[in-house]
């Protein structure tokens, strides 16, 4: 029979007790007092049977709106993308899925090019020199480049376009705020970065410059010009991209970024209601020994074979902490296996197919707004995200959705009061032109 954990019985209990020398469980709490133990009964259910469990919480898990039954233009930083089936079969071995950190090389071969080829990748994605082996999601990333700015530039302030995504900007905040470092947002304009606001508020305290390509409303932010104010004085540059978009935009990198962000999540890696997922961090080579988390690197042993070594470790769990860049003690290796895996099965052309899809799509749908009369208040060039003016409760207009079974679009209100009323709408390589034109229809009578 096959279990999904042991259960103890009270001849367990019973031996291990009289192993540790106690005779009763109460006796491992004698220490607390009487008066602050809790005596009363907790206000939770009774206990079932497995089985009465399994029906209670499937039916409850039945409830959910999945991304199976359901079309889906709900993106805001977590997408709904093909899934190569190969992505669960590698991730489920044993080897992988129950993989601990990699500290001694000679038995973790397997996870440490796993690895490798993650960072590989990024770099060829984000045209940057070097990745390290992941974070734990894209708004952590992003706040840990701040501090590497501020760390690097020894200076106080980071510039943050409104335009980069809320929940990073309150990541960036909470870690800023135990660092003493200034942040700053730089407003918008026309749904992009406002680069004369950006210019007249760099100083020579500015630590960097963080913008968003595409940024959180969808529009593709003009790195040229943002990269030629960042760097007006010794200040870095750091960019926050989906790194599928990157499959047809040019790459950060060869705007002259320093610093790349983001969330692999578009590769291979389910919503799973908005985590675990996979933050990523790309450099170039001159901040290589700034990098939080740790490198994978390749070698040869003393037989001249390939091998792969943990390179570059510089945290506090390594060495003093005064000296160390990060207190980020782990990655995401096994989201990073799956992030490989699916950029594998891809590959070059097949990253490009589906970036290039989810531009045709979006631009599609885009269109069909407009000719239905939909305001489309920001017009610029787009990926697969764009806002649309619903004209009133988004929130309401979601609950109706729902029943057609549409998830619908991101309530922009709840972050930006001066677009109540708008839904950022996402539109992937999953969406089909009927699912878009029914969404179109469905906002529509909603709409008049």
Do not use: W
Request: hydrophobic share 40%; aromatic share 8%.
């Amino acid at each position: 029979m096959k279990h999904r954990y042991l259960p103890m019985t009270e001849q367990d209990k019973n031996e291990m007790l009289q192993a540790i020398g106690v005779s009763t469980a109460d006796e491992l709490f004698s220490d607390i007092p009487e008066s602050v133990q809790f005596k009363g009964e907790y206000k939770i259910k009774k206990a079932k049977s497995e089985p009465a469990l399994m029906k209670e919480l499937s039916a409850l898990a039945a409830k959910n709106a999945d991304l199976r039954q359901n079309a889906s233009f709900l993106g805001a930083g977590v997408y709904d993308h093909y899934m190569p089936v190969i992505v669960d079969h590698v991730i489920s071995r044993s080897e992988f899925y129950t993989a601990y950190t990699p500290y001694q090389p000679e038995i973790s071969q397997g996870e440490l090019q796993a690895i490798f080829e993650f960072q590989t990748m990024i770099c060829e994605l984000t045209g940057m020199d070097v990745a390290n082996s992941s974070m734990y999601d894209g708004g952590t990333a992003l706040a840990e480049a701040a501090m590497l700015a501020s760390g690097h530039t020894k200076k106080k302030k980071v510039l943050v376009s409104q335009a980069v995504h809320p929940e990073s900007r309150l990541v960036l905040e909470t870690y800023a705020k135990g660092q003493y470092i200034d942040v700053v947002e730089v407003p918008t304009k026309n749904g992009v970065t406002d680069v004369d606001a950006l210019n007249s508020l760099m100083d020579n305290d500015v630590a960097c410059v963080i913008v968003q390509y595409p940024n959180f409303l969808g529009q593709i932010e003009p790195l040229k010009e943002i990269e030629a104010v960042a760097h007006t004085g010794k200040s870095l540059f750091v960019v926050s991209s989906n790194p599928l978009a990157l499959g047809a935009l040019t790459p950060p990198g060869k705007f002259g970024a320093d610093i790349v962000v983001g969330d692999a999540q578009p590769f291979g890696i389910p919503a799973a209601f908005g985590g675990p997922h996979c933050g990523y961090f790309a450099v170039t080579s001159k901040l290589m020994r700034k990098v939080p988390g740790r490198l994978v690197g390749q070698t040869v042993d003393e037989e001249g074979k390939r091998g792969f070594v943990l390179t570059l470790q510089a945290r506090e769990q390594h060495i003093r902490r005064d000296k160390a860049t990060s207190n980020i003690c782990s990655n995401q290796a096994l989201n990073a296996l799956a992030a490989s895996v699916a950029m594998t099965a891809l590959g070059k052309k097949g990253v490009k197919e589906i970036a290039t899809q989810n531009i045709q799509k979006a631009y599609y749908a885009k269109q069909q707004f407009k000719e239905n009369g939909f305001e489309i208040p920001f017009d610029g060039p787009i990926f697969n995200e764009f806002v649309v003016k619903v004209g009133k409760s988004v929130k309401d207009v979601n609950a109706r959705l729902i029943e057609t079974g549409i998830i619908g679009g991101y309530d922009l209100g709840r972050d930006y009061p001066e677009l109540e009323g708008n839904m950022l709408v996402a539109v992937t390589e999953l969406r089909t032109k009927e699912e878009i034109d029914t969404l179109v229809k469905e906002l529509g009578d909603s709409h008049e």
